[in-house]
Each structure stands twice: as C-alpha cells, then as structure tokens.
Nanobody, 119 residues
Framework: VQLQASGGGAVQAGGSLRLSCAAS???????MGWYRRFPGKQRELVAA???????DYEDSVKGRFTISRDNAKNTVYLQMNLLKPEDTAVYYC???????????????WGQGTLVTVSS
C-alpha cells in the first residue's frame, strides 16, 4: 500500500487547512487515519475513520477537525479549522488493510506533512 499525502503548510492561528491522503495498491482499505508527531514525542492519533464511517478523534481536536473519506477513491481528508499553535506538528496518514472494520492503526504510513500554526 502506498499513501500519498498533501495539504500541509503554514497558517495563522484561527485559520484552516485541509489534508488529503490517497491510498493505492490495495483493493480494500479499512481504517484510514491521521496521526501527528510533536518534536521529541511519539505519534499520536488525531482522527481516524473506518470504511463504514465510524470516526474517532483526539479530545483536543474535537469540534475543530473533521475527518472524512471517499471509499471509491481510497482517499481520506482532514479538515482542520480553528487551528492553534499547539497543532503545529508533522502529520502522517495511516491505513489499515486488514479485514477488520473497526478503528485500528494500520501498518502503512504516508510521508509526513508539516503543519505550522503561528500565533
């Protein structure tokens, strides 16, 4: 499975960005998600969505970020609104091609995309 992410960049606090990630190489991708890594820390879940549409969000992004997907395109999106400086991190797309249709971290990772939010 290959994951191609796009959409990172720099924005001022209160602004918006939209991340996209397209998966290829598998006919059935179940959970797709976004993780982020702060300097010196491990990746943490930001949001994930199953093929059936079940979602999960990290508490600090609830109400500000929205994850969605287009199953026909094997593409996941992360709409990030009301961005804060503490959202600054490298964001990674993740995909799971197991047969399990519940939220789980998969073994496939895209290249990171940097999101920088200035105050």
């Amino acid at each position: 499975v290959q994951l191609q992410a796009s959409g990172g960049g720099a924005v001022q606090a209160g602004g918006s960005l939209r991340l996209s990630c397209a998966a290829s190489g598998s006919s059935r991708i179940n959970t797709m998600g976004w993780y982020r890594r702060f300097p010196g820390k491990q990746r943490e879940l930001v949001a994930a969505i199953t093929r059936g549409g079940t979602t999960d969000y990290e508490d600090s992004v609830k109400g500000r970020f929205t994850i969605s997907r287009d199953n026909a395109k094997n593409t996941v999106y992360l709409q990030m609104n009301l961005l804060k400086p503490e959202d600054t991190a490298v964001y990674y797309c993740n995909a799971d091609d197991s047969p399990y249709d519940y939220i789980r971290r998969g073994g496939w990772w895209g290249q990171g995309t940097l999101v920088t939010v200035s105050s």
